[in-house]
């Protein structure tokens, strides 16, 4: 490389090929399936409303997607720190080609939505306005990096950015009523300020970090750990190896999905306070956003508590942690208490107001139960519970793949499976007919959920034979799916709603709540003695 741009180009591109390539996946696939089951069911109607509301939150979980894998494809500033290239150019060099592949991703997935199931979403607005944003959210990380200042600094940029691309939609404060099909003159002045705006301040940020100053502590972290551990010191002695190296791991991970949680009801409640104060729409969005807020919180627990390398970008498992005095299995145990220990205090943060503010306004009559959505009516006996479960499934299972050091086989599974649904999902609109797809496509759920069941089967049979679990976890495992499988079939017998054949896709997905004990240990080993 004879420039320091084509250098850090062709670094940024080498590093982050496969995660970008696996975000667009990932960020593709809620429009793909929702599109395809609206169309094989005669309901995709482009002129109803509510596919700009679709559009408008699918945009955006697009651009969180994305972003995400563009934050890891980034890596660390920090790691260029010694060399001697001036701030400015570091900087310009990491937003310029984070923004254009922001802003190229985005009108791309836009155009082949188009293509396949004509929905007319507008392509230069949101492609432009995702590229400012993803230079302001970067530049605001750089700014509070390292500090418990950047949650807060991210959600109040994201929050103003949202609220000002839901106003390009129509009014603030109802539901969109219009595509964003023309950019203005105003509009796109706007734009170059924020982004000007976002590269000023990230220059001013990477220069502080640089020099190594910080900002003051809020203390977020510190009450955590003693709400978490009310009688524990950093300078207690420990009774055992293995109960320090919880202590250890809780301090260093345990932490990140409560307080996640906390931020995002502390900026949710802010924001209803502020522009709403509707007791029904605060029942509702607590209820059913915190609900989709537990799962992304199991993605990005799963992400921090299975990385057991030295950084972000490097999962391979460092001599410190390889060379403690502990065995593959009592180090899979801390890292599963951990990861459960995570998932519930994450949990009871959401559970627990869901539970007091709807008895609150249900008892005072502020707000009558027969308004609130049917899904709520229908769902909240079961709700709360699979609230709990699919953190646990997403975070558990995430982590054990990240816990073997070796992510490149795992995302050319996710890809190359994505690839083969795209490819068939195109191939079937051409070939069969609406009934026949639906049945095509219950099939290979169940072949999938029958691969699921023989995988987790397979984990705990290889696990067993190398004496990594013993035969009470192997009982008491199966003992926990067939309590699932129990639950799932007593809300079938209450609400029969789902066909048997999805039913038992569902059942055989349960054996992923079981599938980490047999394969943490697995995945331990595998990255401990590579």
């Known amino acids: 490389?004879?420039?320091?741009?084509?250098?850090?180009?062709?670094?940024?591109?080498?590093?982050?090929?496969?995660?970008?390539?696996?975000?667009?996946?990932?960020?593709?696939?809620?429009?793909?399936?929702?599109?395809?089951?609206?169309?094989?069911?005669?309901?995709?109607?482009?002129?109803?409303?509510?596919f700009i509301v679709m559009h408008l939150a699918l945009?955006?979980?697009?651009?969180?997607?994305?972003?995400?894998?563009?934050?890891?494809?980034?890596?660390?500033m920090s790691r260029l720190y010694a060399y001697p290239v001036r701030t400015s150019t570091l900087v310009t060099w990491h937003l310029l080609p984070a923004m254009v592949l922001m802003a190229l991703e985005t009108w791309l997935t836009s155009a082949v939505l188009n293509a396949i199931y004509d929905v007319q979403w507008p392509l230069w607005g949101p492609a432009?306005?995702?590229?400012?944003?993803?230079?302001?959210?970067?530049?605001?990380?750089?700014?509070?990096?390292?500090?418990?200042?950047?949650?807060?600094?991210?959600?109040?940029?994201?929050?103003?950015?949202?609220?000002?691309?839901?106003?390009?939609?129509?009014?603030?404060?109802?539901?969109?009523?219009?595509?964003?099909?023309?950019?203005?003159?105003?509009?796109?002045?706007?734009?170059?300020?924020?982004?000007?705006?976002?590269?000023?301040?990230?220059?001013?940020?990477?220069?502080?970090?640089?020099?190594?100053?910080?900002?003051?502590?809020?203390?977020?972290?510190?009450?955590?750990?003693r709400l978490s551990e009310p009688g524990s010191t950093a300078t207690g002695r420990f009774r055992s190896p293995a109960e320090a190296q919880l202590w250890f791991e809780w301090r260093k991970k345990g932490w990140a999905m409560p307080a996640c949680v906390f931020f995002g009801l502390v900026m949710g409640g802010g924001g209803w306070?502020?522009?709403?104060?509707?007791?029904?729409?605060?029942?509702?969005?607590?209820?059913?956003?915190?609900?989709?807020?537990?799962?992304?919180?199991?993605?990005?627990?799963?992400?921090?508590?299975g990385n057991c390398g030295l950084n972000d970008a490097n999962h391979a498992m460092g001599h410190f942690l390889a060379t403690r005095p502990l065995t593959n299995p009592q180090l899979a145990r801390i890292m599963l208490w951990n990861a459960a220990k995570s998932v519930w205090y994450a949990w009871l943060l959401w559970a627990i107001p869901v539970v007091v503010l709807s008895l609150l306004v249900v008892l005072t009559g502020s707000v009558s139960v027969a308004t609130l959505d049917p899904f709520l009516q229908q769902a909240?006996?079961?709700?709360?519970?699979?609230?709990l479960l699919g953190p646990w499934v997403i975070c558990a299972?995430?982590?054990?793949?990240?816990?073997?050091?070796?992510?490149?086989?795992?995302?050319?599974?996710?890809?190359?499976?994505?690839?083969?649904?795209?490819?068939t999902n195109v191939a079937l609109e051409y070939t069969l007919s609406s009934e026949q797809r639906s049945q095509f496509w219950r099939v290979a759920f169940a072949v999938v959920s029958g691969v699921i069941v023989l995988g987790t089967v397979w984990l705990f049979a290889i696990a067993r034979r190398r004496e990594m679990i013993t035969m009470p976890t192997v009982w008491g495992s199966l003992a926990a799916w067939c309590a699932l499988v129990a639950g799932?079939?007593?809300?079938?017998?209450?609400?029969?709603?789902?066909?048997?054949?999805?039913?038992?896709?569902?059942?055989?997905?349960?054996?992923?709540?079981?599938?980490?004990?047999?394969?943490?240990?697995?995945?331990?080993?595998?990255?401990?003695?590579?």
Request: include cysteine; glycine fraction near 10%.
């Open 488 to 530: 799932l079939i007593v809300s079938q017998w209450v609400d029969p709603r789902l066909p048997v054949i999805v039913c038992v896709c569902f059942a055989g997905m349960l054996a992923l709540a079981v599938a980490p004990f047999a394969a943490t240990p697995l995945a331990l080993a595998w990255n401990r003695t590579r």
């Open 397 to 423: 299972c995430l982590a054990a793949i990240m816990m073997t050091g070796r992510s490149q086989p795992f995302v050319s599974l996710v890809l190359g499976g994505f690839t083969a649904a795209f490819v």
């Open 380 to 387: 909240w006996w079961w709700y709360l519970p699979a609230a």
């Open 128 to 225: 432009l306005f995702a590229a400012a944003a993803m230079a302001a959210v970067i530049a605001v990380m750089w700014l509070t990096e390292k500090s418990a200042w950047l949650p807060w600094a991210v959600g109040l940029v994201g929050s103003a950015l949202g609220l000002w691309f839901k106003t390009r939609h129509g009014p603030l404060f109802d539901l969109p009523t219009h595509y964003w099909n023309d950019v203005t003159l105003s509009e796109g002045i706007t734009l170059s300020l924020i982004a000007a705006a976002a590269y000023a301040v990230a220059v001013y940020g990477v220069s502080r970090n640089r020099r190594g100053e910080t900002w003051p502590a809020l203390g977020i972290v510190a009450w955590f750990e």
């Open 1 to 50: 490389m004879r420039t320091v741009p084509s250098a850090l180009m062709w670094e940024f591109l080498n590093r982050g090929r496969w995660q970008l390539l696996l975000m667009t996946c990932m960020g593709n696939t809620i429009p793909l399936l929702l599109f395809t089951a609206l169309r094989t069911h005669g309901a995709l109607d482009t002129g109803d409303s509510a």
């Open 59 to 76: 945009v955006q979980v697009n651009m969180f997607v994305f972003g995400a894998g563009m934050m890891l494809a980034l890596g660390q």
């Open 273 to 305: 306070l502020v522009f709403n104060r509707d007791p029904k729409e605060l029942i509702e969005g607590l209820v059913m956003g915190g609900g989709a807020m537990m799962g992304a919180m199991g993605m990005l627990g799963g992400l921090i508590i």
